[in-house]
């Protein structure tokens, strides 16, 4: 139809205008290989033990709420940009047992699947973390894949702007190494088999089909045809197509897309349309990341899109002010409705997320009102005790 092939088009045009990019996921399982039972399949994480096994710094146990029974809500919480690399991944050369996700962990623990978008690779450049001369080219080191288990996440998108910094051989350590710790990865391929994915996870007896994609590719070596092959790019026509086939196999269906304009507090007109068309493909949930700054929440067809939640494990731009601030999207799937979603914000410092004081929570709340305007705009209603905002279609 006209409305897809003007999407595409504009797909095409916001990548050979873009200025950093890319991520990917191998490994995208067979949509027939998902097991009808709540026990683990073969293209599942390993689900979090029930409780105490993954350790935290401070070597005490995590505890991780245990898979109730298959019925009912099931929670995902989803976060932004998250980068291992440079003076972070120093950090964790010199400390492997950094944990950055301590002051938000009962947030994290809060809901039963936990996403969020990895921003560098993983992998082993004898203690190289960052491009000496290129501050945008970056790695975080292996052991960046254990500083992702202690935030307990289940699947993360490797679709992004530097996904390929370190090349396609960087790339495959990076699945290898987060394959090692049992997280599930969706965006990139070490084989160039559907980057996009899905990649099937099964959880309280929800099945949900997870794709990634970006629209954003760094300039340079990796804004050549080779890595689109192994870094998904955003494409509505191939994700509806993708959706389709899978859509009688699953209960949901996420979209998690690495788009927009770098430090700006709304998003441009071409941006939404992108994002919305994931919508119109069949996606329940628009899950968006890349601007560094934290951007409002849209409704279109009555499903929540998160246009950007801003950095997550991310140092802060000292001349934007916004990029030290976030939020994670809480959404909850109840069977027979639209998904709902809850904004929980926080404040990054030194690349360490935590929740706000009062005064700052005040001042999100103000900003995120100031720049959530316009038709199907979320709007934040009600503040719940753990600090996160329901957020309804403004209409
Ligand atoms: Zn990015």
New binding site residues.
């Given amino acids: 139809m006209a409305h897809a092939a003007a999407v595409a088009a504009l797909i095409v045009a916001l990548q050979a205008a873009s200025a950093?990019?890319r991520g990917g996921d191998s490994a995208a399982v067979p949509p027939d290989a998902l097991a009808p039972s709540a026990a683990p399949t073969a293209n599942e994480p390993p689900a979090p033990p029930s409780a105490s096994a993954l350790p935290a710094a401070d070597g005490s146990a995590v505890a991780i709420p245990a898979d109730a029974a298959p019925s009912g809500p099931l929670v995902m919480i989803a976060g932004g940009?998250i980068d291992l690399s440079r003076g972070t991944g120093q950090k964790i050369l010199r400390n492997p047992t950094w944990d950055p996700f301590g002051k938000i962990r009962p947030l994290l623990l809060s809901a039963d699947l936990r996403f969020a978008n990895l921003?560098c690779p993983l992998s082993d450049q004898k203690g190289i973390t960052g491009h000496k001369d290129n501050p945008l080219v970056f790695t975080g080191p292996p052991g960046g894949a254990e500083v992702l288990t202690r935030g307990a996440f289940d699947i993360v998108s490797t679709a992004?702007?530097?996904a390929w910094d370190y090349g396609k051989r960087a790339l495959g350590e990076t699945l290898q190494n987060l394959d090692r710790v049992g997280i599930a990865h969706v965006g990139t391929s070490a084989t160039a088999e559907k980057p996009m994915g899905p990649r099937l996870i099964e959880r309280k007896g929800h099945k949900l089909a997870f794709f990634a994609m970006t629209a954003?590719f760094n300039d340079g070596p990796a804004n050549n045809p080779e890595p689109r092959k192994y870094v998904a790019p955003a494409s509505i026509d191939l994700l509806r197509v993708e959706i389709e086939r899978v859509r009688p196999q699953v209960d949901w269906v996420v979209v998690s897309l690495?788009i927009g304009q770098e430090y700006s507090n709304e998003p441009v007109q071409a941006h939404r349309k992108v994002l919305q068309g994931a919508v119109e493909a069949g996606a329940d949930v628009v899950l968006g990341?890349?601007t560094h700054t934290p951007q409002r929440v849209e409704f279109h067809r009555g499903k929540p899109i998160a246009v950007s939640m801003g950095n997550f494990v991310f140092h802060q731009h000292s001349d934007h002010p916004w990029t030290g601030f976030g939020y994670l999207s809480r959404v909850t799937f109840t069977r027979g409705k639209n998904p709902s979603i809850e904004m929980c914000p926080y404040r990054t410092l030194a690349a360490i997320p935590q929740p706000l004081g009062p005064r700052e929570d005040d001042h999100f709340v103000q900003h995120m009102r100031r720049i959530s305007v316009g038709k199907h705009t979320g709007k934040l209603v009600e503040r719940g005790n753990d600090g996160c905002w329901v957020v309804q279609d403004g209409g």
């Fill in positions: 950093c990019s940009d921003e992004n702007n530097h954003i690495h990341h890349h």
